[in-house]
């Protein structure tokens, strides 16, 4: 695979998970690790980068969910997506296509079960050809599906 700009971008990096993201970053992220913050305005991300502290030089990268070319343009960039920008139906679908078109890497902390399902039957011929692997619920909002189970498991 060509060398991409980006290890990790973190798309929606100016809402309130997003925020938590880019810090978690910035206090622990590996030496050279790349990464980037993503989002629709670039004058709000610049805004959070300077909020939370980040080097002036972190890269911002203007992406927007209901545009696919700035989507495609994105996973061209980049090795992984790490997306905090839900409801998933509404604002995750373009993005997880063009992840599994490009070969690039998805994870978001979605708990929406049907459309995950949607998008495995949807996309995960394409992500194997490619090599992209799109992961769901990597994050809180499993939880409420996890206790789930391990309560009817505890019956």
């Known amino acids: 695979m060509a060398s991409k700009a ?10 309130f998970t997003g925020r938590l993201v880019v ?37 911002l990268v203007v992406t927007d ?16 997506v790490l997306t905090t920008v839900g409801p998933y139906q509404l604002h995750g679908s373009a993005l997880v296509q063009a992840c599994a078109q490009a070969g690039t890497d998805y994870v978001d902390l979605c ?5 995950m399902r949607q998008m495995i039957d949807a996309h995960q011929a394409t992500a194997q050809a490619s090599g992209a692997r799109i992961v769901f619920s990597c994050g ?9 189970v391990w309560l009817l498991q505890q019956q």
Do not use: C, N
Not at 6 to 15: C, E, L, P, S, W
Not at 29 to 57: N, T
Not at 65 to 80: G, N, Y
Not at 140 to 148: A, E, H, K, V
């Open 6 to 15: 980006f290890d990790i971008v973190v798309h929606g990096a100016t809402g």
């Open 23 to 59: 810090e978690y970053l910035l206090q622990r992220a590996p030496a050279g690790i790349r990464w980037a913050m993503g989002g629709r305005s670039a004058a709000k991300l610049a805004a959070v980068r300077d909020e939370l502290g980040a080097p002036a030089d972190t890269p």
């Open 65 to 80: 969910s209901s545009d696919p070319a700035s989507l495609q343009a994105l996973v061209a960039r980049t090795r992984l």
């Open 111 to 115: 708990g929406e079960p049907g459309w």
């Open 140 to 148: 809180f909002d499993s939880i409420p599906f996890d206790l789930g």
